[in-house]
């Protein structure tokens, strides 16, 4: 079981990116996904999440307005929307996959089951 991001980068404040969490090895439609980002030097922090069905999302308060998780199971894929970009978003962003139904969770310890590599967002001018 396998969950890899991408769509990292480099990118001025006040842009956009768009992160994916492609699932290899299973299908997504059982799973919860988590994204998750940690800053140079900071704890891991629970950005958002959605439901295996996408009937429940959660989004920290600093991301609230700005980020936009969603789902396409048919893909096996996970997206997360960043818009309006600010160097605080900085950090390597992580998605996570639990098997769980109609809820998700922002913890980052002791919840979700299976983790990615990680995909670097860099917001800088």
């Known amino acids: 079981l396998q969950v890899v991001e991408s769509g990292g980068g480099l ?7 768009r992160l994916s969490c492609a699932a290899s090895g299973f299908s997504l439609d ?15 922090e629970g950005v958002s999440c959605i439901s295996n069905r996408g009937g ?5 308060d ?7 998780i969603s789902r396409d199971n048919a893909k096996n894929t996970v997206y997360l929307q960043m818009n309006s970009l600010k160097p605080e978003d900085t950090g390597v962003y992580y998605c996570a996959a639990v098997t769980r139904d109609y809820i998700c969770s922002l913890r980052s ?14 917001v800088s001018s």
């Open 30 to 44: 059982y799973y919860a996904i988590g994204w998750f980002r940690q800053a140079p030097g900071k704890e891991r």
């Open 109 to 122: 310890r002791g919840y979700y089951e299976v983790w990615g590599q990680g995909t670097l967002v860099t």
């Open 11 to 17: 990118v001025q404040p006040g842009g956009s990116l």
């Open 62 to 68: 600093s991301v609230k307005g700005r980020f936009t």
């Open 56 to 60: 429940m999302t959660i989004s920290a």
